[in-house]
């Protein structure tokens, strides 16, 4: 019965068996594993610090490793510093209280402080025991804009003095102050002459100070010079932390506390300079190069090392200047002055322009009577390149046609019409039509100018600048290890620099700007084409054309050029622009002596021959010879008759409208600048046709160092004066012609 009531268990037949599993053994299969992953990376480590599982012995041993790190690093900066006092501007902005007044002050500040002044050179040595430290004043003309710059640069703090019974700057000083932002603040410490002593009139003073200064030191630090302690604020000038400018970190500098001329009977056109003073920055090699503020490069024959004339403890000795040691330069070794290749006139590698090729002379045109010469250049060469708008001697009337064309040109870039009387076959022979801007080929070493022969080309300018800041850097060891060719910084030296132009006799001689040295770079001393990014300062509204002379202050030089504007972008063509961009980046290309970024540069436009105005200010981009800038021409034309889709010498051109139609030339009507096009959809009679043309340009010659003798003030003139001159009922034209129609 039993038998009966159990079930029965079916079971599969022989051919109906379930595959077996695969056996992995103890461990889970791979498919196993990346199925429950799905798709996750395992961590490689642990995201928390090493550091926090450590014990607190250990923690603690770490936090002092670290902090020993950190001062052993200033340290050694210190010592690379060197003992050298610390320079310091200073600039007045009240009327009442000049600069002088604020150094006497300091200099009275202790009763122990032992005072030097060279009344010379315009410079104020004073040493506080109780510091231990030494500071050197400079009092620049702030109606120098030159000599201000050349002050800042070697400047380690920057001391400021607002008026208080103001709320408005002026203008001079407005400029002066956009100028040094521009170029770059040191550490500044801002102070007045004295704050009230109650306590709403001081907060209300003081609130008035810092609206006053919100444009340029917002969030600043008011001192009190006469109220508070003069002692004190040389204390805090003391502690300060310096930052160094690039210019400052890379390259030896000196400024010229005592300057000798030692005149020569056998060379009657150069002479010995004896310039005395601390070094500062990195140190200085005496086979190299020094630049000059002013002047030029030079070479050095030798350097010698005196005992410091401002010691922090009087001695009781002579006071008699006694040389220490002396290093001269290697004739084997030493840099030679060989800043352009002398061209090889029997050499004909060099590809250059045709001197014989014909010119064209711009046809005269027929005008109505009372036209300037002005416009009848521009109705006849409609804006050619040959033609300078400096050499014409023109005042308002020139600045209101350059706002007009270049309102013409932001309306209708670089569209161009075909002169009369010349075929354009003639007029545009140097021209050429590319396919696509972007990807067609343009060779960069055809139909170079014949300055292209006389400048240096680095084939590679990353690396060169690589090494060359390397070997600054290194010079600090060299200088530790006693080599024999370099100068610490901090020490008091006399450069002799030999085969100085008598034509700088007067202006070494001269006290109303500093001299200073920068030592030089390797390859610095060489001319090539400079690239420079730049943005157009924002308080600057006038047209600047294009290669138009200015005046440049690239890293330690000063020089002036006439500059070609381009497009900055991607690429290996960029497109030359008419007229300073007013927004944005842009390119502009010089011949000047190499100089490896980081350097920040200046830009300034002479208004008048003694005043200059801040136009543009940027950084180096590199120096590269085969930057192809090519000047674009719209040659426009209007349909004479069109047949649904129909409407030589630049047949295989593109055409396009502005309308957005392509198509092509087909073949010439008679001789009267006639042609058939064929366009890829149907014209209008409202629409006009363009060609694309474009030409290679290249900057002129036109690099000039020599700045001596030159005082430029800031100009003081509104931004505005110009429109309201032209907003007047005697001028014809308005203001609203020269805007856009927006």
Not at 108 to 123: G, Q
């Amino acid at each position: 019965m039993a038998k009966d009531t159990e079930a029965t268990v079916h079971r599969t037949g022989l051919f109906k068996l379930p595959p077996k599993k695969h056996s992995s053994g103890r461990h889970r299969s791979k498919h196993a594993i990346a199925k429950e992953q799905k798709g996750k990376v395992g961590i490689k480590s642990k995201s928390q610090p090493k550091f926090k599982n450590l014990k607190k012995l250990a923690r603690k041993n770490r936090s002092s490793q670290i902090r020993a790190n950190k001062v052993g690093k200033i340290s050694e900066e210190k010592r690379k510093e060197g003992q050298s006092p610390i320079n310091i501007t200073i600039i007045s902005l009240d009327e009442a209280f000049t600069s002088r007044k604020i150094v006497e002050i300091f200099n009275l500040a202790d009763e122990d402080a032992i005072i030097h002044v060279n009344e010379k050179r315009n410079i104020s040595h004073l040493a506080v025991p109780r510091f231990k430290q030494r500071y050197t004043f400079f009092c620049p003309d702030t109606t120098s804009i030159i000599s201000t710059l050349d002050f800042l640069r070697v400047s380690d703090i920057l001391v400021i003095l607002w008026p208080i019974e103001t709320t408005d700057l002026h203008i001079a000083h407005s400029r002066l102050l956009d100028v040094i932002t521009a170029h770059g603040f040191p550490p500044t410490f801002n102070l007045v002459s004295t704050l009230p002593a109650s306590g709403k009139q001081r907060d209300s003073t003081r609130k008035a100070l810092e609206k006053l200064m919100a444009p340029w030191a917002k969030d600043s630090r008011i001192y009190d010079l006469q109220g508070g302690s003069p002692l004190q604020i040389l204390r805090q000038i003391s502690t300060t932390r310096k930052i160094r400018s690039n210019l400052q970190k890379l390259k030896p500098y000196l400024i010229a506390e005592n300057v000798q001329i030692i005149k020569t009977e056998d060379n009657s056109d150069s002479f010995s300079l004896l310039i005395s003073g601390y070094l500062n920055g990195a140190p200085l090699n005496v086979n190299g190069l020094v630049h000059i503020s002013g002047c030029g490069d030079f070479q050095l024959s030798q350097v010698v090392f005196e005992n410091d004339p401002h010691p922090l403890k009087q001695s009781k000795k002579a006071e008699s200047m006694e040389i220490l040691r002396a290093i001269k330069a290697d004739p084997l070794k030493q840099t030679q002055l060989d800043s352009e290749i002398i061209q090889d006139q029997m050499n004909t590698d060099q590809p250059e322009m045709d001197e014989n090729e014909e010119k064209f002379e711009v046809p005269k045109v027929k005008l109505p009577e009372g036209t300037s010469e002005y416009q009848a250049i521009v109705e006849s060469a409609t804006m050619d390149e040959s033609i300078d708008l400096n050499d014409i001697d023109i005042n308002d009337d020139h600045q209101k046609e350059l706002f007009k064309k270049e309102r013409e040109n932001r309306q209708w870039p670089d569209e161009v019409e075909a002169p009369e009387g010349m075929s354009a076959r003639d007029r545009f022979k140097r021209y050429r039509g590319l396919k696509s801007f972007r990807t067609s080929p343009w060779n960069p070493k055809e139909n170079l100018t014949k300055d292209y022969a006389r400048i240096y080309k680095i084939v590679n300018f990353k690396r060169t600048r690589k090494l060359a800041l390397e070997a600054a850097k290194q010079s600090f060891q060299s200088a530790d290890e006693c080599d024999e060719q370099f100068c610490t910084p901090g020490v008091y030296i006399t450069l002799y620099v030999k085969d100085v132009p008598r034509s700088f006799e007067n202006h070494i001689s001269s006290t109303h700007s500093p001299l200073i040295v920068f030592g030089l770079l390797k390859n610095e001393h060489r001319m090539s084409t400079l690239n420079m990014i730049l943005h157009r300062y924002p308080t600057f509204n006038k047209p600047v054309k294009n290669k138009e002379e200015l005046l440049f202050q690239v890293g330690c030089r000063l020089f002036t050029a006439n500059p070609v504007f381009s497009q900055h972008t991607n690429g290996q063509k960029f497109k030359m622009e008419r007229f300073m961009p007013s927004s944005g980046s842009f390119c502009a290309t010089v011949f000047a002596p190499i100089t490896f970024p980081p350097s920040n540069v200046l830009v300034f436009r002479q208004c008048s021959p003694e005043k200059l105005q801040l136009i543009a200010k940027g950084i180096v981009l590199d120096s590269n010879p085969d930057r192809i800038i090519l000047k674009r021409v719209r040659l426009s034309g209007h349909p004479f008759k069109v047949n649904k889709r129909t409407a030589v010498w630049f047949k295989p051109v593109e055409l396009y409208t502005h309308s957005g139609r392509h198509g092509r030339i087909k073949q010439p009507l008679g001789t009267h600048d006639l042609m058939k096009c064929v366009f890829d959809r149907p014209l209008s009679v409202q629409d006009s046709v363009l060609m694309n043309l474009y030409k290679r340009v290249f900057p002129k010659w036109t690099y000039n160092a020599e700045t001596k003798g030159k005082q430029f003030c800031i100009s003081d003139e509104a931004d505005d004066i110009l429109e309201e001159e032209w907003s007047g009922k005697k001028d014809k034209v308005r203001w609203d012609e020269f805007m856009d129609d927006e």
